[in-house]
């Protein structure tokens, strides 16, 4: 829990801050895997680095303090953080998935749980109702996404913490898209956050990193002893520059969000654009429970053209915005998520949760808006056949 009132202290000075020894304001690295022990059958406090570092440690305890938690857990990546929370569940466990959840979540429970019979089940989370009959006995968890990825759908993450209390199952919430400066899950009720802090945790696109918090004892120890026995831990270097990273979330993300806003906006009213999907547009579906559960719509916009632009032409004539997998990075980004990030959902699967050909995802960087939008002004313009 916070020292601070507001989360921009929390962001420089949360968790465990500086360095006791010497005074340095930054934690330092601690670049080892293992530490004297002063006798045997001691209980020290560091033994060996895959189960506690001291710089991963201040991450951890920064995370966990600023997504309003107990305990924080980092790892090598996003998908390693997934995984480990997919291993507390045992063989004849199902999870349910929201429609559009990240490719890379969908695979690791279609390719590599499913041979451990922890099977998945995909439903659309908004309709709670309909959700509630599907909440069959060896149903263990819900994960979700919101706004989910790529199509930017809001699942109302208060009411779907109350019917999973209801059932006693988990409700894990992937809050990448948002980071705990725009919405807090755990504080609407979920059981677990993960996130992906290669996207705006991490914020400049040169680390890869899963996070993972949770506000409960049991499921800590839980977590705790999965993340010391399977070993996907972050490394002392990354977990430093992730902490640096932290730091300016709350300026980056106002600006990025302010982009954010003003290109929706463009895309709306730009006669080549077919659908805009941005949960911070008034008119969007979800956005009055994406306003009463976080702080505004973020920065991801997806988009389709109508069928006489040429997207492949599109993706070529950008100049300043990059056609690259990720997202919330400073710089601004695109992609096309049939082929890229959800390629790895069969195609029938993609057409019935709306993942068309023809959709474009942007993350929207901090550069100046007015030369975003006339990149891909120019961009569109080039693409008309
Ligand atoms: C990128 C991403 C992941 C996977 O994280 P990695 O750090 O790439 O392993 C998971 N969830 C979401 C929403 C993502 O965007």
């Known amino acids: 829990m916070s020292n601070y009132k507001y989360i921009e202290s929390s962001l420089i000075h949360g968790g465990i801050y500086g360095d006791k020894y010497t005074g340095a304001v930054n934690v330092p690295i601690y670049q080892t895997s293992t530490y004297e022990q002063k006798e045997l059958g001691g209980t020290p406090q560091w033994e060996y680095s895959r189960t506690g570092n001291p710089t991963r440690a201040a991450l951890e305890s920064l995370i966990a303090e600023l997504e309003n938690g107990t305990n924080g857990f980092a790892f090598g990546s996003g998908m390693a953080a997934i995984t480990a929370v997919l291993s507390l569940f045992k063989a004849g466990d199902k999870v349910i998935i929201s429609s559009n959840?990240?490719?890379?979540?969908f695979r690791v429970l279609d390719k590599v749980f499913n041979n451990f019979n922890i099977t998945y089940s995909i439903e659309d989370t908004t309709d709670i109702e309909a959700l509630d009959r599907k909440i069959t006995s060896d149903v263990k968890a819900v994960l979700i996404e919101s706004p989910a990825n790529p199509l930017l759908t809001i699942t109302d993450i208060s009411a779907i913490s109350g019917l999973a209390k209801?059932?006693?199952i988990l409700t894990i919430v992937d809050n990448t898209f948002m980071t705990p400066y725009l919405q807090r899950p755990?504080?609407?009720?979920?059981?677990?956050?993960?996130h992906s802090a290669t996207k705006y945790l991490g914020g400049h696109s040169d680390l890869v990193v899963g996070l993972v918090v949770v506000k409960d004892r049991i499921?800590?120890?839980k977590l705790a002893f999965i993340q010391n026995s399977?070993?996907?831990?972050l490394g002392p270097f990354?977990?430093?520059l992730l902490i640096r990273g932290i730091k300016t979330l709350g300026v980056r993300m106002d600006r990025h969000v302010s982009n954010a806003e003003?290109?929706?906006?463009y895309l709306q009213n730009n006669e080549a654009v077919k659908n805009v999907y941005y949960p911070g547009l008034p008119n969007a579906r979800g956005y009055d429970i994406n306003k009463r559960q976080a702080k505004n719509g973020g920065a991801m916009i997806s988009f389709e053209l109508y069928s006489n632009y040429n997207i492949r032409k599109f993706f070529s004539s950008l100049k300043l915005v990059a056609l690259a997998e990720s997202l919330g990075g400073v710089e601004s980004l695109v992609c096309h998520p049939a082929s890229m990030t959800h390629a790895s959902i069969p195609y029938e699967i993609r057409q019935k949760i709306g993942i068309t050909d023809g959709l474009i995802r942007l993350s929207i960087g901090i550069e100046n808006i007015e030369d975003i939008l006339t990149d891909i002004d120019?961009?569109?313009k080039e693409s008309e056949e």
């Open 186 to 194: 755990l504080d609407l009720g979920a059981d677990i956050v993960i």
């Open 101 to 105: 959840v990240y490719g890379g979540t």
């Open 378 to 380: 120019q961009a569109i």
């Open 219 to 221: 499921l800590a120890e």
């Open 262 to 265: 003003k290109a929706a906006e």
């Open 166 to 168: 209801k059932h006693n």
């Open 230 to 233: 399977t070993g996907g831990i």
């Open 238 to 240: 990354d977990s430093f």
